[in-house]
């Protein structure tokens, strides 16, 4: 009598309090941003270059504006000025920081989409983070960011819909 007792309670148990991990979010945040400004000194590693002193201080400024939002979940490509970039978001929210492949957005899309999570900060480079708000929005509104282009955040926010499409609301924080 114990034993189905036990696996009746259990299975109850883990139905309620595996809610979270099935959930699909209908409201998803995605806060998108470009690597702070990269080490061009002739020191630097070309290749893969840290964050100069300017870097590192919006760097702590990312963090400050993306904290607002809460984020669930960071996302960063594999480069020491991506990592560098996030590290102090990560740092204030105990996080940690994922990675994605810059030359695969449309995994990071399909990960989006699936809603597992509600806001998630996604840190990438002057060609990938408009080309992946372009793809969240289903549409070519953003070009490249210029070489020199480290001041702008996107902010996509996706209300998922079955029966009519997604509504998709969009703005940029220049800071």
């Known amino acids: 009598m114990k034993i189905p007792i036990s696996i009746l309670l259990g299975l109850f148990l883990f ?6 991990v099935f959930a699909q979010y ?3 945040t995605v806060i998108l941003m470009r690597h702070a400004e990269k080490d061009v000194s002739e020191e630097a ?3 893969d270059p840290e964050l100069s002193e300017a870097g590192k201080l919006r760097a702590e400024k990312l963090a400050e504006i993306a904290k607002k939002y809460k984020p669930e979940i960071i996302y960063s490509t594999n480069y020491i000025r991506t990592k560098a970039t996030v590290a102090p978001l990560a740092s204030d929210l105990r996080a940690m920081t994922f990675i994605y492949d810059p030359k695969n957005l449309g995994e990071m ?5 699936s809603g ?7 840190v990438g480079h002057n060609t990938t983070t408009p080309a992946l ?3 969240l929005m289903k549409e070519e509104r953003y070009k490249r960011l210029g070489e020199n282009e480290y001041d702008k955040i996107f902010v996509v926010k996706i209300k998922k819909n079955k029966k009519k499409p997604d509504k998709i609301r969009e703005k940029i924080i220049t800071y």
Do not use: Q
């Open 133 to 135: 708000a372009n793809l």
């Open 15 to 20: 139905t309620f309090a595996s809610g979270n």
């Open 45 to 47: 590693d070309t290749a």
């Open 26 to 28: 209908k409201k998803i």
């Open 116 to 122: 597992k999570y509600k806001k998630i900060v996604i």
């Open 109 to 113: 899309y399909d990960f989006i989409m």
